[in-house]
């Protein structure tokens, strides 16, 4: 049982938009920033979202994120197939004990 | 190039002991926190154990406190995990990560490593 809750699975068509949520508590997400990960099949996870809401150099602004109270949410606007893929939040419950969510498998119709 | 490169996963018996190295390049790796993160089969990720960039904050998920020690030598740009007592719940593809703010104990993790396997069966 992972300490963040996410769906375990999301999907929309080619074009489409699609949210993922992530859950958690005033120890978590409630008091630090939240960061999301993208693992294609095979691969080793990639950051996608820091600090909330902010992309690194290379990650389209197709892909956002946002952050309310113990919940956060990523977006990604016009679905591509090559976004399928498993999708992780991640943040802290204190200094040096990082947490994840389960993960969302994203299937694009 | 900036790379994290595992390895010393491989097959070892319940209660034996494994010991694993990631050896970091192409950036200042004494400046940087590094973080272990495993994934079960078929499973998510699961925070393992971090530690600072001058090894003096240094902090353990539940499941594995007291059976592993992470350490790391910056003088050779390596971040170690020491696994002791393992259990078969142990068996996962462990990555390293680097954090990405220079100093800081935590953070996002802005670099991973391909991960090496670790299955632990009789």
């Known amino acids: 049982q992972s300490v963040l809750t996410q769906p375990p699975s999301v999907s929309a068509a080619p074009g489409q938009k699609v949210t993922i949520s992530c859950s958690g508590s005033s120890s978590n997400i409630g008091n630090n920033y939240v960061s999301w990960y993208q693992q294609l099949p095979g691969t080793a996870p990639k950051l996608l979202i820091y600090?909330?809401?902010k992309r690194p150099s290379g990650i389209p602004d197709r892909f956002s994120g946002s952050k309310s109270g113990t919940s956060a949410t990523l977006g990604i606007t016009g679905l591509q197939t090559g976004d399928e893929a498993d999708y992780y939040c991640g943040t802290w419950d204190s200094s040096l004990s990082g947490v994840f969510g389960g993960g969302t498998k994203l299937t694009v119709l | 190039e900036v790379q994290l490169v595992e390895s010393g996963g491989g097959l070892v018996q319940p209660g034996r002991s494994l010991r694993l190295s990631c050896a970091a390049s192409g950036f200042t790796f004494d400046d940087y926190a590094m973080h272990w993160v495993r994934q079960a089969p078929g499973k998510g990720l699961e925070w393992v154990s971090g530690?600072?960039?001058?090894?003096?904050?240094?902090g353990y998920a539940d499941s594995v406190k007291g059976r592993f020690t992470i350490s790391r030598d910056n003088a050779k740009n390596s971040l170690y995990l020491q696994m002791n007592s393992l259990r078969a719940e142990d068996t996962a593809l462990y990555y390293c990560?680097?954090?990405?703010?220079?100093?800081?104990?935590?953070?996002?993790?802005?670099?991973w490593g391909r991960g090496t396997l670790v299955t632990v069966s009789s």
């Open positions: 530690i600072s960039w001058n090894s003096g904050s240094i």
């Open positions: 990560a680097k954090v990405a703010m220079v100093v800081a104990a935590s953070g996002y993790f802005d670099l």
């Open positions: 600090d909330n809401n």
